[in-house]
């Protein structure tokens, strides 16, 4: 919200224009009028103003706004101050971090008489507005601030340190006095105008006490600038103070136009309280450059359902100080006016043109898109996964993506991958989940605590990791984890009691889930602190997942509701940005048989069944399929075990012969025996 006067923005635009047409002009251009108060002979209208448009806040803002409006001719703020030739020993050294300032300028002024009487029109209107003189420094400054939009400060010379001004980053924490004698904690990151000993004040939002401007003030620096906008955001909101400067500089300030105001600051300083420029200094960022936009102009008509030729676009942009010119016969080349932060893209310039003819003055037109269809993948995978586990009864939860940072040390993660929040709402919500395990055992842990003991979720959500090659320096991971822990059949029904979920029971699902997607995958044995008896789901030499029985005691810290578990739980998670949905081969029944024969072969518990099954299969395209039926350890030593598999030998073509099926079962045992020492039980 800002409030204007009436008043002042007649005597601005040099024009008496009613209340109504006034209303109407901020209404027809997208300013909505929130109220209206009389003031003896003033009005006070408060109009709201979007944060995007940081140049509607100063009198001079609105007045340009209304008189491209109304065709006014209107003149802008200029200064007519020259400066004469520096005295050196009059010299203020400045320092400016480019990190966090823009653009930086002083003046200094010597000889001035602050204990003169600030001018009644510049009292009467800070008082239309609730601004108390202190003043008349102090008061010129924030006549300016309402006036022009530019926040600006002085400082008394004589109270600054080392004869120098350093815009710098906070670097430590520290207490600070403001203006209104409250002390305050200055956090890392904080902007601030430091002398050679002490801070000065907190950049764009409040001055210190120690540097003020008083009436026995002699002589005095100006200062105007542009700071970063999310610094003053931040530290406004902490420090819980909203000035005139702060409530400017986190919407943003026009850098061209800050020197000018400056020197205006000084003129009138000069003119009310005497004094003598005696050195001035600017300072600007490479970064602060003309902004120029191609516009197209089909495009123009293409989003606004018009047939605007170019000479009337170039007038409609004109007349809100835009300048154009023509490189096509159907491109213009738009320089953008240095107060208009808000127009960055080509399609802001089609905004404006739609607001200078009038948005009821555009004929309504059905529209004719056109749109592509593109399949989101990850979506529909998601899909898929859903449609799996629905089936299997389990249910889906979803949960915060903030989640303790204490995770991080029970889960051993590694804390440069981990993003922690610099502000987050308590310390329950300041890391973003690096996987789903914490929020799952949270949704189990409550299900838990009100009764509800025979539990199989899932979630399917985002997870989060530092990532320092990208823009954002992060990157997401699209996941979809399940967790099991009860009984997954109860008792009756000639069940003689509970079957409790397993390790086996999460296979079952892994396996119908790839199934959908015609993918293989294998697991990798892997020492995980949080998980026992944990796998790594591998496909094509790749991890997309894991797979274990969680380790309750590493969470009962942060979730004590764990302990009513008195089941075993069982979790898994899956990479869904790594899941590719392989072609479906159709087979055909074939009509010739296949030969099946068993094998009870003794083996090295240190051997994996994975390793026997792949030389099988490699002994021959006659193996068709190699199945484990059972394991026996009985009437064996410790360090062996039986394996019974099943092999079926099979061709498409044409039916085995007897003497084929045994020269393979020959190879095969002769195979196992030389390489892993595997006999015929």
């Avoid at 010739?592 to 099988?616: D, E």
């Amino acid at each position: 919200m800002f409030a204007v006067s009436l008043n002042w923005l007649c005597e601005i635009l040099k024009t008496k224009i009613s209340l109504d047409d006034m209303m109407s002009a901020f209404n027809i251009q997208g300013f909505e009028v929130k109220s209206i108060d009389q003031i003896d002979d003033d009005y006070l209208i408060t109009i709201e103003v979007k944060a995007n448009r940081s140049d509607m806040l100063s009198h001079y803002g609105v007045a340009r706004e209304v008189a491209s409006f109304m065709d006014i001719k209107f003149e802008d703020f200029k200064s007519e101050l020259e400066f004469e030739s520096v005295d050196v020993s009059k010299k203020v050294e400045v320092r400016v971090d480019e990190s966090v300032c823009d653009y930086f300028c002083i003046i200094k002024i010597d000889g001035v008489d602050n204990s003169v009487k600030t001018p009644n029109y510049i009292k009467k209107r800070l008082e239309f507005f609730g601004i108390n003189s202190i003043n008349a420094v102090v008061d010129i400054s924030n006549y300016i601030a309402i006036e022009m939009g530019q926040p600006t400060h002085a400082y008394d010379f004589d109270k600054i340190h080392g004869d120098c001004l350093c815009v710098c980053e906070n670097k430590k924490n520290q207490k600070f006095t403001t203006l209104a004698g409250t002390s305050v904690d200055l956090k890392q990151g904080d902007i601030l105008v430091c002398d050679a000993h002490k801070p000065l004040c907190v950049a764009g939002i409040i001055g210190s006490s120690n540097s003020e401007v008083d009436e026995k003030s002699k002589s005095i620096v100006i200062e105007s600038a542009v700071f970063s906008k999310v610094p003053v955001r931040i530290a406004s909101r902490r420090l819980k103070i909203s000035s005139l400067a702060s409530f400017r500089f986190e919407r943003g300030v026009d850098p061209m136009s800050s020197f000018t105001i400056n020197k205006i600051f000084a003129e009138r300083i000069l003119k009310i309280c005497g004094g003598r420029v005696t050195y001035h200094f600017e300072y600007s960022s490479q970064k602060i450059k003309e902004k120029i936009i191609d516009l197209r102009i089909d495009r123009v008509n293409l989003l606004l359902g018009t047939n605007l030729n170019i000479d009337t676009i170039s007038n409609c942009l004109e007349k809100y100080r835009f300048k154009c010119e023509k490189k096509k016969d159907d491109l213009l080349s738009v320089k953008i006016p240095s107060f208009r932060l808000d127009v960055e893209r080509e399609v802001d310039l089609i905004e404006e043109v739609a607001r200078s003819i009038g948005y009821d003055n555009i004929a309504p037109s059905n529209m004719n898109v056109v749109a592509n269809y593109r399949p989101n993948h990850i979506y529909e995978r998601f899909d898929v996964i859903r449609n799996t586990l629905n089936g299997f009864g389990f249910n889906e939860v979803i949960n915060y993506a903030f989640i303790p940072g204490e995770v991080c040390k029970i889960m051993n993660l590694n804390s440069e991958d981990c993003i922690f929040l610099q502000n987050p709402l308590s310390n329950l919500y300041d890391l973003m989940r690096t996987n789903l395990l914490y929020s799952l055992l949270y949704s189990l842990s409550y299900n838990y605590s009100i009764g509800n003991c025979n539990l199989s979720l899932y979630e399917i959500g985002k997870a989060y990791k530092r990532n320092d090659l990208s823009e954002t320096l992060s990157s997401e991971e699209n996941l979809a984890s399940f967790i099991i822990s009860g009984d997954r059949i109860d008792s009756g029904f000639g069940v003689g009691k509970n079957v409790k979920f397993d390790f086996y029971d999460m296979t079952s699902y892994l396996r119908n889930i790839f199934s959908n997607f015609n993918m293989e995958y294998d697991f990798e044995k892997f020492d995980c602190g949080y998980l026992e008896n944990s796998y790594k789901i591998m496909n094509e030499g790749k991890c997309i997942g894991f797979i274990g029985k969680v380790v309750k005691g590493k969470f009962l810290k942060l979730l004590p509701n764990l302990k009513l578990v008195k089941s075993n739980i069982f979790y898994c998670e899956i990479n869904v940005d790594e899941i590719e949905e392989k072609n479906k081969l159709q087979k055909f029944e074939s009509k010739f048989p296949s030969v099946i024969r068993m094998y009870n072969l003794v083996c090295n518990k240190s051997i994996s069944v994975k390793n026997i099954k792949n030389l099988i299969f490699g002994c021959g395209k006659e193996v068709y399929s190699v199945k484990v039926k059972d394991v026996y350890k009985d009437g064996i030593d410790s360090a062996h075990q039986a394996i019974l598999f099943e092999i079926c030998f099979w061709l498409s073509e044409r039916t085995l012969k007897i003497e084929e099926v045994e020269h393979l079962e020959s190879k095969i045992l002769s195979k196992l025996e030389s390489l892993y020492e595997i006999k015929i039980k």
